[in-house]
């Protein structure tokens, strides 16, 4: 999992705006519309009673600066009520426990969930990455069913997408650099693994990156459609002039997938 930078992550509490009018323009949903959908709720949900805790985890390679503050600008912007615990580790999470929080949210370098407290279930951001970018590509594609779609990455990511796409009746192939990786998942799930991964984009629109690779524009078709959260992220003027949409963003989409689909488990909702 590729690890954040404060850099990265430096706008995250203030550019929602932005990052909506983008979504709204390339999917016609918000990041709140496109996570209810990822959860498989198709209507707008109150979530103004989902207490949060947000708790700083020092272990391993430590706090991420604007980490816990970003998760919790993201979770506010859901409508959700939340906090970044003073304490950190073991100790937030005690402390958000005895502010009686419905949600926890947590991360560290290998694993970052959603905990529902009443359901004892948790999300993690493998799942929320992958479903989220898988909906919003979804959604800019006018619908994925029977379509060729690649997946670039076959690691935690990649692999969720994979089997979501599938579920959705794509057409999915799948590449990575390491062939053997792509190769497994294809005898797992049925699905295509392409050897080069140069070759399998330039023969794609629809596209689900979840590798940290960067793709010079000669590869990109024209009227592409790149769901991509892999960082680092970069594409050059060509792949942007032919791209019809590139959807990307260092965190929200993947927060705020988790977080729903986490606060739903403790709900009522119709679906
Ligand atoms: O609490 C903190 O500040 C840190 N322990 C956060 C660590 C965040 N985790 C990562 O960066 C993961 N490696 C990747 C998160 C995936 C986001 N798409």
Known sequence: MTRLTPDLIEGVPDDTLDLDSRLLKMCGKTVKQLALEGAGVYHDVDFSKMRVACVPITSGMGIIGGFSKSVDAIVRRLGMQSYVTAGTDVNGFQQAIRDGVDMVMMADDAMFVAYNVHAAR??????????????????????????DVLVIGAGLVGTEAVQILKSWGANVSVTDIKTEKAKALEERFGVKALPDVEDALASHRYILNAAPAIFPGRLIQEGAVISTPGVPHYFDEEGRKKAKAIIHDPLEIGTAMMAVNSALFSMEVSK
């Open 122 to 147: 948790s999300t993690n951001n493998s799942w929320g990455t992958a479903m989220g970018y898988a909906v919003a590509l979804k959604n800019a594609a006018g619908g994925i069913e029977g379509k």
